[in-house]
């Protein structure tokens, strides 16, 4: 009866110890295919960090209206498949924001009532970078989607931020961009960055996407670099007093062939400018739409003050843009940067009249759903990601 129970003890212990190593084990693991973005493991290095569930940020801010639980779940799936982790911002709507709460000289009448709590959502984002100390924070809208590749792309995006904003390692008192610290004093257009060929920078302390930043506007609707060539007046004015040089990463197999990419009629088109798959990095000159935009912990302080205390007078995308360009009374301080397509944008799904909380949309249904610059898009293959199916599906294949 002492032996039986001796075995029995000893089995038991075996079984209790394997357990414990197949659960060890399963915890430490890399995830394999659309879920390796999420990684498990020590910190080697701060560059490190954009592999990580908020790409290098402090957190992912997602603004949400309670009301629109739908994007909600679908940001929920979008985020869990490809290995990032969100944390909601109770989305306003303009009824909710008292005439004395809005900055002047916004009025209720003078603004449209999507635009005042599009602008007060985005301002409590921007609070709780502040309030929580946050070096940075990514804030995203709840109706984006973005690409499978999204880590590797954050990764090449901060290997172009640093290359522009921070002073060259064998040279700490330069720039790769000779335009970066007195734009004013530099004639001409800076000689473009090949992504391929990056000099060393001093490695940063604060940020993988450097140390001297307050915007990364990552999601948009279009921009124009700075350019001291351009036609148009007003442009040409802003670009000299903004630093001009630019990171050109040529066969980015993630951006879409020419004739697929969506650009708004603007005399700056990528589609005729540069060779296929080519992504650029710049300073920000023109643009809107805030689908996406990281802030630094300064940048969040400055943007809160500027359009939250200061002057309320445009929506939110736009006074962002005055703020990063330093027009209509905004101080020219703010280093902001660009990617040009975008890294986010907005997902366009069959029911048209759901597409914005801002305005009413017009027209006939969508045909297909569909997510503009996205190559491999998230919402489109959850199907895929959630059955874990592959091949993954490519919306915007080279050839039809």
Known sequence: MILGRSRLLSVLASFVFIVVLFVFF???????????????????????DVANSTLGFGKIYTINLPSRTDRRDAMTLMAAVTGLELEFIRGRTGDEVSEKALTPPATH???????????RSHLDALSAVIENNLESALIIEDDIDWD?????????????????????HFSPSSYADPSFENPMEYEGQPPDLDFDNLPRTV???????GDNWDVL???HCGTVAPNVELSDETLRSQSQA??????LHYNDQTVPARHHLAVFEQEFDPRQVFPEHTRVTHHTLDLFCTFAYAVSQRGARRILYEAGIRKF?????LMLREICVGVNERPRTATCLTVDPGLFHTFRG???????????AQGDEMERAFSPNIRYSVRLNLPNLLSEMTPVYDQYPDKE
């Open 242 to 247: 903004l630093p001009r040089g630019r990171v």
């Open 109 to 119: 009448s003078a603004q449209l009532s999507g635009n005042v709590g599009s602008w």
């Open 350 to 360: 069959f029911k048209k009249s759901a597409l914005s909380d801002i305005m009413e």
């Open 313 to 317: 007078d445009k929506p939110f995308d």
């Open 148 to 168: 499978l590749n999204i880590t590797q792309q954050m990764i090449d995006f901060a290997a172009t931020t640093r290359a522009l904003t921070q002073p060259l």
């Open 26 to 48: 399963s915890y430490n693991s890399e995830p394999i295919g659309p879920l390796s973005a999420k990684r498990h493991g020590t910190r080697k290095s701060l560059l490190d």
């Open 203 to 209: 490695t940063p302390k604060r940020s993988p996407y």
């Open 217 to 219: 506007w990552l999601g």
